[in-house]
Protein backbone atom coordinates (compact mmCIF):
# COMPACT_ATOMS: atom_id res chain seq x y z
CA UNK A 1 0.00 0.00 0.00
CA UNK A 2 2.58 2.14 0.92
CA UNK A 3 4.53 2.02 -2.61
CA UNK A 4 0.94 2.88 -4.39
CA UNK A 5 0.91 5.72 -2.50
CA UNK A 6 4.36 6.66 -3.20
CA UNK A 7 3.70 6.36 -7.02
CA UNK A 8 0.66 7.36 -6.78
CA UNK A 9 1.86 11.15 -5.43
CA UNK A 10 4.99 11.15 -7.35
CA UNK A 11 2.55 11.15 -10.53
CA UNK A 12 0.69 13.74 -9.16
CA UNK A 13 3.53 16.15 -8.31
CA UNK A 14 5.42 14.96 -11.53
CA UNK A 15 1.82 16.22 -14.15
CA UNK A 16 1.98 19.60 -11.57
CA UNK A 17 5.36 19.67 -12.22
CA UNK A 18 4.66 19.60 -16.13
CA UNK A 19 1.89 21.74 -16.38
CA UNK A 20 4.46 24.53 -14.49
CA UNK A 21 6.72 23.72 -16.32
CA UNK A 22 4.76 24.57 -19.59
CA UNK A 23 3.13 27.36 -18.42
CA UNK A 24 6.12 29.22 -17.34
CA UNK A 25 8.41 28.06 -20.50
CA UNK A 26 6.19 27.65 -23.32
CA UNK A 27 2.96 29.08 -22.66
CA UNK A 28 4.20 32.37 -21.48
CA UNK A 29 5.97 32.67 -24.63
CA UNK A 30 3.29 32.17 -26.82
CA UNK A 31 1.17 34.76 -25.26
CA UNK A 32 3.94 37.34 -24.83
CA UNK A 33 4.33 36.95 -29.03
CA UNK A 34 0.45 37.83 -29.64
CA UNK A 35 -0.20 41.05 -31.22
CA UNK A 36 -1.42 43.69 -29.48
CA UNK A 37 -3.55 42.94 -26.89
CA UNK A 38 -3.91 39.08 -27.76
CA UNK A 39 -1.62 38.24 -25.25
CA UNK A 40 -3.05 40.35 -22.54
CA UNK A 41 -6.07 38.60 -22.79
CA UNK A 42 -4.37 35.22 -23.18
CA UNK A 43 -2.82 35.63 -19.53
CA UNK A 44 -6.24 36.60 -17.84
CA UNK A 45 -8.08 33.50 -19.44
CA UNK A 46 -5.32 31.41 -18.14
CA UNK A 47 -5.28 33.50 -14.97
CA UNK A 48 -8.50 32.80 -14.66
CA UNK A 49 -8.82 28.72 -15.94
CA UNK A 50 -5.20 27.42 -14.30
CA UNK A 51 -5.92 29.76 -10.89
CA UNK A 52 -9.52 27.87 -10.29
CA UNK A 53 -7.61 24.43 -10.95
CA UNK A 54 -4.12 24.95 -9.31
CA UNK A 55 -4.66 25.17 -5.53
CA UNK A 56 -6.22 21.94 -5.69
CA UNK A 57 -3.43 20.11 -7.22
CA UNK A 58 -0.99 21.85 -4.95
CA UNK A 59 -3.21 21.38 -2.13
CA UNK A 60 -3.39 18.00 -3.13
CA UNK A 61 0.40 17.37 -3.57
CA UNK A 62 1.52 18.12 -0.28
CA UNK A 63 -1.57 16.28 1.33
CA UNK A 64 -0.46 13.75 -0.33
CA UNK A 65 3.13 13.60 0.39
CA UNK A 66 2.56 14.60 4.13
CA UNK A 67 0.72 11.45 3.89
CA UNK A 68 3.42 9.18 2.87
CA UNK A 69 5.67 10.78 4.96
CA UNK A 70 4.13 9.87 8.17
CA UNK A 71 2.93 6.44 6.57
CA UNK A 72 6.01 5.58 5.55
CA UNK A 73 8.28 7.03 8.27
CA UNK A 74 10.10 4.24 9.04
CA UNK A 75 10.84 3.37 6.03
CA UNK A 76 13.67 3.99 3.42
CA UNK A 77 13.09 7.60 1.76
CA UNK A 78 11.19 8.71 4.43
CA UNK A 79 13.27 12.33 4.89
CA UNK A 80 13.25 12.73 1.46
CA UNK A 81 9.62 12.68 1.18
CA UNK A 82 9.47 14.82 4.42
CA UNK A 83 11.92 17.23 2.70
CA UNK A 84 9.67 17.14 -0.45
CA UNK A 85 6.53 17.83 1.53
CA UNK A 86 8.32 20.76 2.59
CA UNK A 87 8.84 22.14 -0.39
CA UNK A 88 5.69 21.67 -1.55
CA UNK A 89 4.57 23.51 1.85
CA UNK A 90 7.16 26.56 0.38
CA UNK A 91 5.48 26.30 -3.15
CA UNK A 92 1.83 26.60 -1.11
CA UNK A 93 2.64 29.88 0.59
CA UNK A 94 4.81 31.41 -2.08
CA UNK A 95 1.54 31.09 -4.57
CA UNK A 96 -0.59 32.82 -1.58
CA UNK A 97 1.94 35.48 -0.66
CA UNK A 98 3.23 36.21 -4.11
CA UNK A 99 2.02 34.71 -6.83
CA UNK A 100 -2.17 34.82 -6.29
CA UNK A 101 -2.91 38.32 -5.81
CA UNK A 102 -0.94 39.19 -9.16
CA UNK A 103 -3.18 36.57 -10.85
CA UNK A 104 -6.55 37.66 -9.14
CA UNK A 105 -5.79 41.33 -10.53
CA UNK A 106 -4.81 39.94 -13.90
CA UNK A 107 -7.53 37.59 -14.20
CA UNK A 108 -9.99 39.98 -14.71
CA UNK A 109 -7.86 42.80 -16.60
CA UNK A 110 -9.39 43.68 -19.79
CA UNK A 111 -7.50 46.36 -22.18
CA UNK A 112 -10.26 48.75 -21.09
CA UNK A 113 -9.59 48.28 -17.70
CA UNK A 114 -6.06 47.09 -16.80
CA UNK A 115 -3.23 49.21 -15.21
CA UNK A 116 -0.87 51.15 -16.86
CA UNK A 117 1.80 48.60 -15.07
CA UNK A 118 0.08 45.19 -16.18
CA UNK A 119 3.53 44.31 -17.74
CA UNK A 120 5.83 44.67 -14.94
CA UNK A 121 3.03 43.18 -12.90
CA UNK A 122 3.20 39.64 -15.45
CA UNK A 123 7.18 39.90 -15.18
CA UNK A 124 7.12 40.07 -11.59
CA UNK A 125 4.14 37.13 -11.55
CA UNK A 126 6.59 35.14 -13.77
CA UNK A 127 10.16 35.74 -12.10
CA UNK A 128 7.91 34.49 -8.69
CA UNK A 129 6.62 31.44 -11.36
CA UNK A 130 10.29 30.42 -12.03
CA UNK A 131 11.39 30.36 -8.56
CA UNK A 132 8.24 28.03 -7.74
CA UNK A 133 9.23 25.96 -10.50
CA UNK A 134 12.37 25.35 -9.10
CA UNK A 135 10.46 25.10 -5.77
CA UNK A 136 8.26 21.75 -7.32
CA UNK A 137 10.56 20.13 -9.70
CA UNK A 138 13.52 19.63 -6.76
CA UNK A 139 10.16 18.62 -4.70
CA UNK A 140 9.23 16.06 -7.57
CA UNK A 141 12.82 15.01 -7.83
CA UNK A 142 13.56 14.07 -4.15
CA UNK A 143 10.31 11.97 -4.75
CA UNK A 144 10.96 9.83 -7.43
CA UNK A 145 14.50 8.88 -5.69
CA UNK A 146 12.41 8.09 -2.64
CA UNK A 147 10.93 5.87 -4.82
CA UNK A 148 13.98 3.68 -5.32
Not at 18 to 38: K, Q, Y
Request: glycine share 8%.
Amino acid sequence: MLNALGVVTTVVVGLMVGVEFCVVFIMGRILNALPEDSGQLGHAHGGRMLGTLMPFWYIGSLVLSAIWAVAGWHHHGARLVATAAGLLIVSVVMSILLLVPINNRNRTWTPENRPADWKEQLDRWERYHYVRVAVIVAAFALLTSALV
